[in-house]
């Protein structure tokens, strides 16, 4: 059964920094893309950031491009999203989602094509 558990999200202030965590199991890392998804109420979920399995190979999203970083642990089967200069805007559910796909990153898929989904965990940026 493939599982992602995501945690460390939380109350932040704006500018601060926050590390999320992605936890994945029962899926063969090398072939996914991994990739982090945020929403608020009301709007659709976004895409911001991915990463390959099998090659580290990376995207982000404008809005966040400079100031979050993904990176990976292959050995515990864990994907990072170091999250700096928090803004207002950053406040959402945080989701990390799998997408099979053995290549590189070349864009972020829509929601739609990831095949597994962790339950989300909640940013709030706050003074």
């Known amino acids: 059964e493939v599982q992602l558990v995501e945690s460390g999200g939380g109350v932040v202030q704006p500018g601060g920094s926050l590390r999320l965590s992605c936890a994945a199991s029962?899926?063969?890392?090398?072939?996914?893309?991994i990739g982090w998804f945020r929403q608020t109420p009301g709007k659709e979920r976004e895409g911001i950031s991915c990463?390959?399995?099998?090659?580290?190979?990376?995207y982000y999203t404008d809005s966040v491009k400079g100031r979050f970083t993904i990176s990976k642990d292959d050995a515990s089967k864990m994907v990072y999203l170091q999250m700096n200069n928090v803004k207002y805007e950053d406040a959402a559910m945080y989701y990390c989602?799998?997408?099979?796909?053995?290549?590189?990153?070349?864009?972020?898929?829509?929601?739609?094509?990831?095949?597994?989904w962790g339950r989300g965990t909640q940013v709030t940026v706050s003074s």
């Open positions: 989602a799998a997408s099979w796909d053995p290549g590189s990153v070349a864009y972020m898929r829509s929601a739609l094509e990831y095949d597994y």
């Open positions: 029962g899926l063969n890392f090398e072939k996914y893309h």
């Open positions: 990463i390959s399995g099998s090659d580290s190979s990376t």
